[in-house]
């Protein structure tokens, strides 16, 4: 029989206490126990990079990013030592490695980090020793022997990227729920496990604000057409399936809703309304290194007019700074933040076929008097930001709007 390579990666949840560690360990030994070989990507202990990231901010509510990745990183190091020492305990021979040690090549962008190229000879070298390799997840090197990471969440891109290096047979994805819902089941208890979801409706909900994959390792897994199973690390069901395309998947309009609570809204009063401002407003924006989501201007009919986009609450304290500066040279009115917003999405590669789904949603929002302050759509999403207490209510209704309670 020929030996299957299956890469398995356990979230922060995963490994939050010894007990879990210990349960990891045993979950690992059972697939070498059955001839394979097995590459492990681990995050770091609970909240861990949360925490760390709180003591950060406490210091310097804007970090220089290098430092912040020298932090975070130690996150991944510390869970895939103690999880090294939990399978050798076992009986069973295990070496854990940092993403530098493992040739994850990155670029050098501190903090959201793109992999460039990984060179698994080390990886290879200790499978043929008959060693289960526990990679530290979320982290590379840079050309100039920095540390990077890979953004939250970038433990989901280590397994996949290594997936592919190492072209796996099998790549899993363990987590604290069975799977991917049609919406967070913390948020809606009569959310439905998807049996399968392709990798373009996954990606679009991870963008969205799905928490449980990491929306660039679903790019990449697409880009390869790498399948993924997003399973829970407590029982033995099976999980989803992510593909590119599956037969038995569910003609639906609406496969899935996202909450995001995440970013913040910046509004720019009074802009002068000519050619030219917002590419010097979002030139400075980007330099800053801050990613820009939805953008609204409305149409003048003073001369002057109202900006109003969205960023990651991470970035607003910077984005602040950049607009306030820019604001002075160029006379625009106030600057006004508002944290209290959410974005919430239904998404469905179905929608492209059927009409009238992005009418229903808004309708369905207007029934419950939730006010809309932004809109966008794509081919396959409709996204809409509103007032952050009412969120989850928001999801409750489409969910059930939308039937996504409902076996199809
Ligand atoms: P991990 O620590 O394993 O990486 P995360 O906390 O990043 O796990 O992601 C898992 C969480 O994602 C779940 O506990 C769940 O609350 C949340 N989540 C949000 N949307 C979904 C969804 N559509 N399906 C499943 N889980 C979701
Ligand atoms: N620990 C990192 C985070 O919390 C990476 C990961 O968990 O995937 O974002
Ligand atoms: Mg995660």
């Known amino acids: 029989m020929t030996k299957k390579l299956i890469v398995q990666k356990f979230g922060g949840s995963s490994v939050a206490n010894i007990d879990r560690i210990k349960n990891v360990a045993s979950r690992i030994a059972s697939y070498k126990q059955h001839n394979q070989d097995v590459v492990v990507v681990v995050s770091a202990l609970g909240d861990t ?3 760390l990231e709180a003591l950060a901010f406490a210091i310097d509510p804007t970090p220089p990013d290098r430092e912040m990745d020298m932090l975070m990183a130690t996150g991944e190091q510390a869970s895939s030592a103690l999880l090294a020492m939990a399978v050798k305990k076992l009986g069973f021979d295990a070496v854990s490695l940092t993403g530098a040690q493992v040739g994850i090549r990155t670029d050098k962008v501190h903090t959201k980090a793109k992999i460039i190229k990984i060179d698994a000879k080390r990886i290879r070298k200790a499978l043929v020793k008959n060693q289960i390799v526990i990679v530290a997840g979320f982290q590379g090197v840079a050309s100039d022997d920095e540390i990077t990471t890979l953004g939250r969440g970038g433990s989901d891109l280590t397994a996949v990227a290594l997936a592919k290096a190492l072209n796996a047979d099998v790549c899993e994805i363990y987590t604290d729920v069975e799977g991917i819902y049609t919406t967070d089941p913390r948020i809606v208890k009569e959310a439905r496990k998807i049996s399968h979801i392709t990798h373009e409706e996954m990606l679009e909900m991870a963008a969205l604000g799905a928490q449980v994959m990491q929306a660039r390792s679903i790019e990449v897994a697409k880009k390869y057409n790498i399948p993924l199973h997003v399973r829970s690390s407590f029982s033995k069901e099976e999980g989803t399936m992510i593909v590119q395309k599956n037969e038995k998947m569910e003609s639906v309009a609406v496969r899935g809703i996202t909450c995001n609570k995440s970013e913040a809204k910046v509004t720019i009063r009074n802009v002068p309304d000519k050619p ?37 609450k991470k970035d607003l304290e910077k984005t602040l700074k950049t607009v306030k500066g820019l ?7 106030d600057v006004v933040a508002d944290k209290d917003i959410a974005r919430v999405s239904i998404i469905g590669s179905g929608m492209r076929s059927h009409c009238g789904v992005a009418a229903k949603m808004f309708q369905t929002l207007a029934d419950s008097k939730i006010n809309i302050e932004m809109i966008t759509t794509s081919e396959i999403n409709t996204s809409c930001i509103i007032d952050q207490a009412l969120a989850d209510k928001a999801v409750q209704i489409l969910h059930k709007k939308f039937n996504l309670d409902q076996v199809a």
């Open 327 to 333: 604001s002075k040279q160029m006379n625009f009115g």
């Open 49 to 51: 990079t949360d925490e």
């Open 276 to 312: 030219g401002i917002a590419a010097k407003i979002f030139t400075a924006i980007s330099k800053a290194g801050i990613n820009v989501d939805t953008i609204v201007q409305n149409v003048s009919y003073t001369k002057h007019t109202d900006i109003s986009f969205t960023v990651s």
